[in-house]
């Protein structure tokens, strides 16, 4: 993995002296709240529902045993004893004190990490597949074309102050694990004719008003990748609607000019950024690639024993295909029946950190899905890593299932939200492992926001939940159809929403018109895409 | 009754307007009446508090002040599923109270 050099460092650790000093003037009162809020937020502090919250980039999800290590630190230190991950790829802290603010930014820098533009209208961290270098069906290793974006984007003077938020996802397989075309800007790394190259997508997002990216570019030339990205941003940058929060995302730049016309005015830009000569030499991207290369991985069985069932289970469910065939990705689960989506305490953290050491050729990556991976695992030592997972509360075997449910902090934590939810994601997934259901249901991704913001992806939910406000009581809307895949959609509202029993009793039943229409394969959504929305409708309506 | 609340500018904790100082506790909240832009003024300059701000609130009947709106009963009481991590008051009220 990328490891910094000393410009990096030097740029991290004088941003880290920059707040201890901007920090002591606001608690010495010689800044107002008003003055320090957009420093604090340059650099992830954001003042939530009880403390105040850190957010820490995960670049593109990609983090060593030392990392982890040190984030479990600081949980135990500073916080009180556990992070949450987030389906950015990052980890939030949400007990912080001002006082020990710049201290904490002191020790990630020590370990190569920081908190830089995990807030404010910049360009936010780069995402990524969190198989990428491992995974079976990859194309091109995204990671080297990550990293050459956060370091572009890093501290990017004319996209400091950018219309709204900004986020990037790169991938590098036909597979989509990154929800890429919900980002506002999307990367595929392809290949063509032997040549690799980048397939643009641009203008996608959740949020208010969810939007799936058009392609705008089939291949950029992998020498103009930057160029290509700065060209997307200086469009955007110029004509995103900075008079109306609401409306600022590209998305609906992209929108209302049509994908045609900002393409136009995209390319317009890039055939005159071309002749700046802004792009890195190829050198810089071979030493980023460096980096990147290969662990060295050794044969080995290709079997495994699978005379313990629980253990079988786990092989089917959190296991994924691998590059090498003695090696297999495994997932770590951060949801067990009953737990909060995404929260590690610190011994766990240290626990994934051990293992990462000991059988994952010391890495580590965090999903989007809240859950944590370790990339490298040879098939011979996988009942070694289940058996100290299981004893750890890591062992749940239920990758992509219904129990797997992404969400946000909701209004247990998160100032923005408007209702809960954890407790219904807690909920469901005790009451479908109680009832063994998961295992019939198969794939069924079900995803859960506490406000419109869409933080828990509900809009690309085979089953997606969005908390609301209602005259003051908490209320949930079901929307269906959504996925972030490949096969990407956005989900559509049912109808009225339910109160957290209802909604709980009303994704049962969503449930059931599944298990009883589906045919032979058919996924959840398949079977929703198929027999369209009415089913559902009439058993939750009865009309 | 409108009372005052805020995070504490040092440690971000939720505190209370109790008529002399900030308490952790809601119960401590006091009726502000006509005041509260006065007080919040002075407070936030002094920084005993940082980005306070007034709220609608009744007593219910086991005597709790009650905050009106459900995002300021969960300030009150600390996340609803980390029970562990509650201010010691929340034993009182019940977490019912929240909802």
């Not at chain 1, 991938?171 to 919900?182: N, V």
């Not at chain 1, 296991?319 to 990705?329: I, M």
């Not at chain 1, 039943?509 to 929703?528: H, I, M, N, P, S």
Request: proline share 4%; hydrophobic share 40%.
């Amino acid at each position: 993995m990328y490891r910094y050099d000393q410009y990096d460092q030097a740029m991290v650790d004088a941003r880290v002296e920059e707040f201890r000093d901007q920090a002591r003037r606001r608690l010495e009162g010689k800044l107002t709240e008003d003055q320090f809020k957009p420093l604090r937020l340059m650099n992830g502090l954001y003042l939530q529902l009880h403390a105040y919250m850190l957010r820490v980039a995960i670049p593109y999800g990609t983090l060593n045993a030392h990392q982890m290590e040190a984030l479990a630190d600081i949980a135990e230190k500073y916080d009180r004893g556990y992070g949450h991950f987030t389906t950015r790829q990052n980890i939030q802290y949400n007990w912080i004190k001002l006082e020990d603010a710049a201290d904490i930014l002191a020790d990630l820098s020590k370990v190569e990490m920081h908190a830089i533009q995990t807030s404010g209208n910049c360009i936010r961290n780069i995402s990524a597949d969190h198989f990428a270098g491992a995974a079976a069906d990859e194309v091109v290793d995204p990671r080297p074309y990550a990293e050459l974006m956060r370091q572009w984007s890093s501290f990017h003077p004319e996209f400091t102050y950018l219309p709204r938020k900004f986020k990037i996802a790169v991938i590098g397989s036909e597979t989509d694990r990154a929800a890429m075309r919900l980002h506002d800007i999307g990367i595929r790394i392809v290949k063509r004719d032997g040549e690799v190259g980048a397939q643009f997508f641009a203008g996608g997002g959740m949020g208010r008003t969810p939007m799936i990216a058009p392609m705008i570019r089939d291949f950029v030339p992998l020498d103009q990748l930057i160029i290509y990205a700065e060209a997307c941003l200086r469009v955007y940058n110029r004509y995103g609607r900075r008079d109306n929060k609401y409306k600022a995302r590209i998305k609906i730049l992209v929108h209302e000019l049509g994908a045609a016309e900002y393409t136009r005015q995209v390319e317009d830009e890039f055939a005159h950024m071309l002749s700046v000569g802004i792009e890195p030499p190829r050198e810089e991207l071979a030493r980023i690639a460096a980096h990147f290369a290969p662990p060295a991985f050794v044969d080995g069985p290709k079997t495994l024993d699978r005379s313990d069932p629980d253990f079988a289970l786990w092989v089917d469910r959190n296991t994924h295909r691998h590059q090498h065939d003695a090696y297999v990705s495994a997932v770590i689960s951060l949801k067990p029946a009953g737990g909060i989506p995404g929260d590690a305490t610190a011994d766990q953290m240290r626990l994934m950190a051990r293992l990462a050491k000991q059988y994952s050729f010391d890495e580590l990556r965090v999903m989007h899905t809240q859950n944590v991976l370790l990339p490298h695992v040879r098939i011979a030592d996988l009942h070694a890593v289940w058996s100290a997972l299981d004893e750890a509360g890591l062992g749940s075997p239920n990758m992509d299932t219904i129990e797997d449910i992404i969400a946000c902090p909701g209004l247990d934590y998160c100032s923005l939200a408007n209702a809960r939810s954890i407790p219904l994601a807690q909920r469901i997934s005790e009451r479908f492992a109680a009832s063994g259901r998961t295992a019939e249901l198969g794939e069924l991704k079900l995803k859960i926001s506490g406000c419109i913001n869409a933080c828990g992806h509900h809009h690309a939910g085979h089953i997606g939940i969005l908390g609301v406000d209602k005259k003051g009581t908490e209320n949930f809307q079901l929307s269906l159809g959504g996925s972030e895949a490949e096969d990407v959609s956005l989900a559509k509202i049912t109808g009225p929403g339910f109160d957290e029993d209802g909604v709980v009793a009303a994704v049962e039943k969503v449930t059931d018109v599944y298990l009883g229409a589906r045919e032979d394969g058919e996924r959840f959504l398949d079977t929703y895409r198929r027999i369209g929305m009415e089913p559902f409708k009439e058993a939750l309506y009865g009309r | 009754m409108k009372i005052l609340t805020g995070n504490d500018l040092r440690s971000g904790a939720v505190t209370w307007w109790n008529g002399t100082g900030w308490s952790l506790f809601v119960d401590d909240a006091v009726d502000v009446g006509d005041e509260a832009k006065e007080i919040l003024a002075r407070e936030e300059a002094a920084r005993r508090v940082n980005v306070p701000y007034v709220i609608e609130a009744t007593i219910d009947a086991g005597g709790h002040v009650r905050p009106a709106h459900i995002k300021d009963r969960v300030r009150a009481l600390g996340p609803t599923v980390r029970r562990d991590l509650a201010v010691p008051t929340a034993a009182k009220t019940g977490w019912d109270w929240v909802i």
